[in-house]
């Protein structure tokens, strides 16, 4: 007998039809002899809607008041669905986070789990009943309600998954799962049968946002093989594995991309100690994330430029900080260019393969699309370039890579 966590994302349980068609699912895995757990997510948008109706109360809110409201809509989930699948003739109850517990601590609105106690469901499903949670919930040690940040229902589903020592942790989504590149865009793009966890970090962090990349690294550490499908078709989805799972490691497994990117250099930054701190510490403060990052070398010992990538919506915020250091930090002049995209090509079999770079720029300079900054780590490639060549660098770089079906 195997034992399957089953998760539902947002627009898999959106109404009444999608939660009894996702109980459906659930039932039939029961049916196949399958000790079962479900967690859900809230109804498509209400997470969202919670948050706006906290804002029109109080700009400045009580986050452990923010996390009463925002858990709630996974609660009315945790039991529609439990209700859900009783009307299929399947006994089930669910437990809200706090009931089991799912302890936390005490970083509202973001909260990390530390402990989970799973007796109570190992029990019902040992008899046969069917465990509902509700995602994105936990209690911290003040005995307060958190939640687990943005899309953490995912994280709610692995850690139970690895807590049970589950076979597996299906997670039903509206996509069917990973694609060697955006369909939209290329359209010879294909559903990657079996992808790593780091590569799914890597293309996960970049846009193809399938599931929350604290998940995949719980997934990871626990060794839970997790499988993302469609709660819409019955293909087969795309499992994440270890990397000693996939025998013939493909060079490059998935182009990503990210449009919205900006550039910012500042020119004359004194080459010395502590100039970087002093230049990423006020912008981390901030909040301002960094990405891409290069220091030129100093021509004359003294002075060097330093150029890095924030997304374009952190970008006046970040010249404003840097503005306003700038004596302290030491530079002559800030430069900044917008309409950037990344393009990253990653692999776990990188590690082993030469030219792959070369590849990469070849296929680039053929198309004459300029490369702004570049960065690399053991299993990516990632280029800046103006955003209008978006499209035809990720068609080219597919075709190269033999990712073309
Ligand atoms: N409902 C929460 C969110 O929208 C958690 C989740 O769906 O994973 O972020
Ligand atoms: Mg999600």
């Not at 959106?14 to 009894?20: P, Q, T, V």
């Not at 997790?226 to 499992?239: L, N």
């Not at 002075?303 to 002559?332: C, P």
């Amino acid at each position: 007998m195997s034992c399957i966590v089953q998760k539902f994302g947002g627009t898999s349980v959106a109404d009444i039809d999608c939660i009894k068609m996702a109980a459906k699912r659930v039932v039939a895995a029961y049916n196949s002899g399958n000790q079962m757990v479900v967690v859900v997510s809230a109804m498509a948008g209400v997470t969202n809607n919670l948050i706006e109706l906290t804002e029109q109360v109080n700009g400045i809110f009580d986050v452990r008041e923010y996390d009463v409201i925002l858990s709630s809509g996974e609660q009315t989930n945790a039991g529609l669905m439990a209700l859900a699948i009783q009307d299929l003739g399947i006994q089930a109850r669910s437990w809200l986070g706090w009931q089991l517990p799912i302890k936390t601590d005490s970083k509202y609105g973001r909260a990390r789990i530390t402990e989970i106690d799973i007796s109570q469901i190992k029990k019902r499903i040992e008899n046969n009943e069917v465990a509902v949670v509700p995602g994105f919930q936990g209690l911290s040690k003040e005995n307060r309600i958190t939640t687990l940040g943005r899309g953490g229902s995912d994280l709610t589903a692995v850690a139970i998954a690895g807590a049970l020592s589950a076979d597996r942790c299906e997670i039903y989504t509206d996509v069917d799962g990973i694609y060697t590149c955006d369909p939209r865009i290329v359209s010879k793009a294909k559903k990657l049968e079996k992808v790593t966890y780091e590569e799914i970090l890597e293309l996960a962090s970049q846009g193809a946002r399938v599931l929350q990349a604290r998940s995949v690294e719980l997934a990871k550490n626990y060794g839970v093989r997790v499988e993302v499908k469609s709660a819409f078709t019955d293909t087969p989805g795309t499992q994440v594995v270890s990397e000693d799972e996939i025998l013939e490691k493909e060079v490059v497994s998935g182009i990503s991309y990210s449009s919205d990117e900006a550039k910012i250099t500042l020119r004359r930054v004194k080459d010395q100690p502590g100039v970087a701190a002093r230049i990423f510490g006020p912008l981390a403060d901030a909040s301002v994330n960094v990405d891409m990052i290069v220091q030129n070398v100093s021509e004359d010992g003294k002075t060097t430029d330093l150029t890095f990538t924030v997304t374009a919506k952190d970008l006046n915020h970040a010249k404003e900080v840097l503005s306003e250091k700038k004596s302290k930090i030491g530079f002559d002049e800030l430069v900044s260019d917008s309409n950037l995209s990344k393009i990253s090509i990653v692999g776990v079999g990188m590690r082993s393969n030469t030219g792959v770079a070369k590849t990469m720029f070849n296929t680039l300079a053929k198309k004459n699309i300029n490369i702004k900054v570049i960065s690399t780590s053991e299993i990516k490639i990632s280029v800046l370039i103006d955003t209008e060549y978006t499209e035809l660098a990720l068609r080219a770089l597919h075709s190269a890579y033999g990712l073309d079906q």
